[in-house]
């Protein structure tokens, strides 16, 4: 069953630093997401990318915050220069179609120093 | 006002009890609404997808009232598998979709 991975499964970096965090979406799939959960609290929202652009972002995603889909497989996020408060588990999503649901990565921890 | 409000709960039931979960959301012209499920330090895992008729998928019923901005999911006959956190998904416009908080189910043997 085809299915959304993330990598790493754990970042570490030091507050300041810029990280990647790296997703690669299920095949035939058209709409793709990042979502942040921090420990304890509700999935949020952060970007949704669809025919190679941002259709939608929250008040989260500032500009610290870029995604790209590089190469037609890959789907990243990166944070430019990360705070403590970016530590969270980081989901990546991608969806078939406007009826379809999301399926999830298993998520990329990342803990700021 | 929150999108999307659920009780976090927690419920502890004893196996094979009838559990309901509510979730109400603040946008009348949300498009598509889900329940997942959430392990601990997992990622969420779609349940069902629920419709304005109304689904079952064995022992889980999912309900939309859209006059009252409010969905629901029924589970009979509670398993001990089915301790999880119950996640409730709204898209409310355009692409972006707005999760509760969940909802923490513990089923005691």
């Known amino acids: 069953e085809p299915e959304v991975t993330q990598t790493p499964s754990h970042q570490v970096t030091q507050m300041g630093q810029e990280v990647i965090l790296r997703c690669v979406p299920i095949?035939?799939?058209?709409?793709f997401y990042w979502y942040r959960q921090i420990l304890g609290q509700k999935v949020e929202f952060l970007v949704s990318?669809?025919?190679?652009?941002?259709?939608?972002k929250s008040e989260i995603f500032d500009d610290q915050f870029s995604v790209e889909r590089p190469d037609g497989s890959n789907f990243t996020l990166k944070i430019r220069s990360t705070k403590l408060e970016d530590s969270a588990m980081y989901f990546c999503?991608?969806?078939?179609?406007?009826?379809?649901?999301?399926?999830f990565g298993p998520g990329t921890r990342l803990t700021v120093l | 006002r929150k999108e999307v409000e659920q009780d976090p709960g927690p419920f502890n039931v004893p196996e094979g009890a009838t559990v309901a979960f509510n979730c109400t959301y603040s946008n009348s012209a949300s498009q598509s609404f889900f329940w997942y499920r959430q392990d601990c330090r997992k990622e969420p895992k779609l349940l069902m997808s629920?419709?304005?008729s109304g689904n079952e998928d064995g022992r889980f019923t999912a309900q939309l009232n859209r006059a009252s901005q409010y969905i629901s999911l029924l589970i009979r006959d509670s398993k001990l598998s089915d301790s999880a956190t119950y996640l409730c998904?709204?898209?409310?416009?355009?692409?972006?979709?707005?999760f509760g908080t969940g909802t923490s189910l513990t089923v005691i043997p």
């Open positions: 629920v419709y304005s």
């Open positions: 998904v709204v898209n409310m416009a355009g692409n972006q979709f707005y």
């Open positions: 990318f669809y025919n190679n652009e941002i259709s939608e």
């Open positions: 095949s035939n799939h058209l709409y």
């Open positions: 999503a991608s969806m078939r179609g406007r009826e379809y649901e999301q399926f």
